[in-house]
């Protein structure tokens, strides 16, 4: 049967015991050549969230001794031959002066790099967005027209960014609608999203997205569900689903975010040895809470080939993390229960939470000690709720929709002011009363915050007009 030469890698033919190219005899049973062997039986599995941390581990020297091996015997500076070259032109793993790239192949946060179908985010790149419409949140001609100027504004931002790094990148966006006849299981997407590509003919959104991705000029296809609700966007990398390349956004937020996701990228803005790690070395990184394509991320999804001294500067100081820790990490991240969030700006969240974000009933203190109790969704003030201003002096007790006043409410001033009624994103608007502190009220319609359509204005001496007002102004 034919063999490698574990030192260089080189396909030997049947019968071969010697290497023709480093001289290596592939026979010998040394200590070196069985710490190689473990060597390339672990390098060959390294990449995906699936690998054990054991086999991580067998490439270390504590790996080595683990099995009995002097790590001195796997040691460049101990080998008086000179480094090999593979026949891809590759260095070897004997390589005395390994570049960044090769040390760091392993790390954690480049485990996702060039896996799945979406290795890199460079070529002719074809988007699927899918505006999914649930039975209470179905989108409207207005809000889809709305939302495909957002993504591609988006798009074309994109476009620009790679442009900066030297990138060839075309993107040719598709828009599509699937129709739910329940809520979305955001704990199994695959599930719902299977059902649009069988609308369009396909037995399974795998299938569909190889269809797309076989076409001769493209170089990868990810799809894009669209939720019209607030709520915790994510991407499933294909080296994490084993299925299909997708990411679910709500209201269109975080697209480039998610999109590097399913390119490679990793978020820097969890836990803390990363976070502070991020903000030193990758600052304003999009994967953080920045809106820019730092160094290591724009490694990552393809749009450089070496890593910059502040990315290996990122690996190093944060090589010691571990994926049992980072496990855990995302657990806490992503928790959903009943618990208690503290953020780095001082603010405090109480209450329900899913996959980490506010969702349900809960009170959210800001660092200036205002303070919001009552109804979240998708980590939004929605519902119900009252919240005390304490900084601008006022307390407000209604309805919310997406952190704004909306629905009917009142709003009460330190000053003894006050309005009592209908709002609009954060407006007065439909009918409703307003109470000045010098004793005039006006008590009627309002648009977009002004006196507008028919009300009675009553001023504190007594006076009274009474008939159409336009925008604060009356007419008679």
């Known amino acids: 049967m034919a063999r490698s030469c574990i030192r ?39 990449r995906g969230l699936l690998i054990a941390l054991s086999l991580l581990l067998a490439v270390s020297v504590l790996g080595a001794m683990a099995i009995g091996v002097d790590p001195q015997l796997l040691s460049p500076a101990e080998d008086p031959r000179p480094p090999i070259l593979r026949p891809d032109g590759a260095s070897s793993a004997l390589d005395p002066d390994p570049t960044p790239e090769q040390k760091w192949d392993d790390h954690l946060y480049l485990n996702l790099r060039n896996t799945g179908s979406c290795e890199k985010l460079v070529g002719q790149v074809e988007i699927t967005f899918v505006f ?41 966006a598709t828009f599509g609608e699937l129709y739910l006849s329940a809520a979305a299981d955001h704990e199994d997407s695959y599930s719902w999203q299977t059902l649009y590509a069988v609308e369009q003919g396909y037995e399974s959104l795998a299938e569909m997205q190889k269809a797309i991705d076989d076409r001769s000029n493209v170089a990868s296809a990810p799809m894009v569900f669209l939720c019209n609700y607030a709520g915790r966007s994510y991407a499933n990398p294909g080296a994490i689903s084993l299925a299909v390349e997708s990411m679910v956004l709500y209201y269109t937020e975080d697209f480039r975010h998610e999109l590097f996701h399913l390119y490679g990228a990793e978020d820097y803005y969890f836990p803390a040895l990363v976070e502070e790690a991020a903000s030193l070395y990758l600052p304003e990184s999009i994967m953080n809470d920045g809106n820019v394509t730092d160094d290591l991320t724009a490694y990552a999804i393809g749009w450089r080939d070496v890593l910059s001294d502040n990315a290996v500067a990122f690996l190093e100081t944060t090589s010691t993390l571990t994926r049992v820790e980072l496990e855990n990490a995302t657990e806490e991240e992503q928790f959903t229960g009943t618990g208690t969030r503290v953020y780095d700006n001082g603010d405090r969240y109480t209450g329900d939470l899913v996959f980490g974000v506010p969702h349900g009933k809960g009170t959210y203190t800001f660092s200036d000690g205002s303070v919001y109790t009552g109804e979240f969704e998708g980590g939004l003030f929605h519902g119900y709720g009252v919240f005390t201003d304490v900084t601008y002096g006022f307390r407000y007790e209604g309805g919310f929709s997406n952190d704004l006043f909306h629905g009917e409410g009142k709003l009460i001033f330190d000053d003894g002011e006050y309005y009592v009624g209908g709002f609009r994103n954060d407006q007065f608007h439909g009918k409703g009363t307003y109470a000045f502190a010098n004793g ?26 009474r008939g159409t007002w336009s925008e604060d102004e009356f007419l008679g």
């Open 8 to 46: 260089c890698g080189l396909k030997l033919e049947e019968g071969v015991t010697v290497c023709p190219v480093c001289g290596t005899d592939i026979t010998a049973d040394s200590e070196l050549l069985r710490a190689m062997r473990a060597r390339r039986r672990a390098t060959s599995r390294r």
């Open 132 to 172: 999914v419409h649930e039975p209470q949140y179905p989108w409207s001609a207005k809000e889809k027209d709305e939302a495909q100027e957002r993504l591609e504004a988006e798009i074309a931002a994109l476009l620009t960014e790679a442009a900066r790094f030297d990138v060839e990148l075309t993107i040719n």
């Open 440 to 465: 005039d009220v006006y008590t009627g319609e309002f648009k977009d915050g002004l006196f507008h359509g028919q009300g009675t204005y009553t001023y504190a001496d007594g006076t009274v007009e």
